[in-house]
Nanobody, 111 residues
Protein backbone atom coordinates (compact mmCIF):
# COMPACT_ATOMS: atom_id res chain seq x y z
CA UNK A 1 0.00 0.00 0.00
CA UNK A 2 1.37 3.35 -1.01
CA UNK A 3 -1.48 5.82 -1.19
CA UNK A 4 -3.61 6.45 1.87
CA UNK A 5 -7.12 5.01 1.65
CA UNK A 6 -10.10 6.99 2.88
CA UNK A 7 -13.47 5.62 3.93
CA UNK A 8 -16.58 6.69 5.80
CA UNK A 9 -18.17 9.31 3.59
CA UNK A 10 -21.85 9.38 2.83
CA UNK A 11 -25.09 11.32 2.94
CA UNK A 12 -26.20 12.81 6.24
CA UNK A 13 -28.73 15.40 7.36
CA UNK A 14 -27.62 18.73 8.77
CA UNK A 15 -26.74 18.36 12.42
CA UNK A 16 -25.64 14.77 11.96
CA UNK A 17 -22.25 13.13 12.31
CA UNK A 18 -19.83 11.08 10.25
CA UNK A 19 -16.44 9.57 10.96
CA UNK A 20 -13.93 9.39 8.16
CA UNK A 21 -10.94 7.10 8.27
CA UNK A 22 -7.58 7.24 6.53
CA UNK A 23 -5.46 4.10 6.50
CA UNK A 24 -1.80 4.18 5.59
CA UNK A 25 1.24 1.96 5.65
CA UNK A 26 2.99 1.71 9.00
CA UNK A 27 6.11 3.56 7.86
CA UNK A 28 4.22 6.48 6.44
CA UNK A 29 1.82 6.67 9.35
CA UNK A 30 4.56 6.83 11.94
CA UNK A 31 6.82 9.32 10.21
CA UNK A 32 4.62 11.94 8.63
CA UNK A 33 2.09 14.60 9.37
CA UNK A 34 -1.30 13.31 8.23
CA UNK A 35 -3.85 15.84 7.08
CA UNK A 36 -7.41 16.06 5.89
CA UNK A 37 -8.40 18.42 3.11
CA UNK A 38 -11.71 18.97 1.39
CA UNK A 39 -12.84 20.32 -1.93
CA UNK A 40 -16.35 21.52 -2.61
CA UNK A 41 -17.69 21.86 -6.17
CA UNK A 42 -16.27 24.93 -7.85
CA UNK A 43 -13.98 25.72 -4.94
CA UNK A 44 -10.30 25.27 -4.17
CA UNK A 45 -9.14 22.43 -2.01
CA UNK A 46 -8.81 23.58 1.59
CA UNK A 47 -7.03 22.22 4.62
CA UNK A 48 -9.26 20.86 7.40
CA UNK A 49 -7.10 19.25 10.07
CA UNK A 50 -3.71 17.67 10.76
CA UNK A 51 -2.10 15.30 13.24
CA UNK A 52 1.60 14.74 13.78
CA UNK A 53 3.36 11.47 14.56
CA UNK A 54 3.58 12.61 18.18
CA UNK A 55 -0.16 13.18 18.36
CA UNK A 56 -0.32 16.96 18.16
CA UNK A 57 -3.42 18.14 16.34
CA UNK A 58 -4.68 21.25 14.63
CA UNK A 59 -7.97 22.04 12.92
CA UNK A 60 -9.18 24.84 10.68
CA UNK A 61 -11.15 27.65 12.25
CA UNK A 62 -14.16 26.80 10.09
CA UNK A 63 -14.56 23.39 11.75
CA UNK A 64 -13.15 24.10 15.21
CA UNK A 65 -15.38 22.68 17.88
CA UNK A 66 -17.18 20.40 15.41
CA UNK A 67 -14.44 18.26 13.85
CA UNK A 68 -11.81 16.25 15.70
CA UNK A 69 -8.78 14.47 14.25
CA UNK A 70 -7.28 11.47 16.01
CA UNK A 71 -4.95 8.57 15.29
CA UNK A 72 -4.78 4.87 16.10
CA UNK A 73 -1.18 3.74 15.84
CA UNK A 74 -2.08 0.07 16.16
CA UNK A 75 -4.30 0.31 13.08
CA UNK A 76 -2.17 2.83 11.15
CA UNK A 77 -5.34 4.85 10.80
CA UNK A 78 -6.30 8.46 11.29
CA UNK A 79 -9.88 9.49 11.89
CA UNK A 80 -11.83 12.67 11.28
CA UNK A 81 -14.86 12.81 13.54
CA UNK A 82 -17.33 15.31 12.12
CA UNK A 83 -20.21 16.47 14.29
CA UNK A 84 -22.90 19.10 13.84
CA UNK A 85 -22.47 18.87 10.10
CA UNK A 86 -23.68 21.72 7.93
CA UNK A 87 -24.59 21.81 4.23
CA UNK A 88 -21.45 23.86 3.62
CA UNK A 89 -19.38 20.90 4.80
CA UNK A 90 -20.42 19.08 1.63
CA UNK A 91 -17.24 18.21 -0.26
CA UNK A 92 -14.89 15.46 -1.28
CA UNK A 93 -12.60 14.83 1.68
CA UNK A 94 -9.01 13.82 1.00
CA UNK A 95 -6.32 12.37 3.22
CA UNK A 96 -2.76 13.51 2.64
CA UNK A 97 0.43 11.89 3.95
CA UNK A 98 3.55 13.69 2.88
CA UNK A 99 3.21 14.07 -0.89
CA UNK A 100 0.68 11.26 -1.24
CA UNK A 101 -3.06 11.86 -1.59
CA UNK A 102 -5.90 9.42 -1.24
CA UNK A 103 -8.68 9.08 -3.78
CA UNK A 104 -11.14 11.03 -1.64
CA UNK A 105 -14.47 10.22 -0.07
CA UNK A 106 -17.68 12.16 -0.72
CA UNK A 107 -19.50 13.80 2.16
CA UNK A 108 -22.92 15.26 1.41
CA UNK A 109 -24.89 17.13 4.04
CA UNK A 110 -28.52 17.80 3.25
CA UNK A 111 -30.44 20.72 4.70
Amino acid sequence: QVQPVEAGGGLVQAGGSLRLSCEASRNRFSSNVISWYRQAPGKQREWVASITSSGSTDVAASVLGRFTISGDNAKNTVYLQMNSLKPEDTAVYYCRIGVLWGQGTQVTVSS
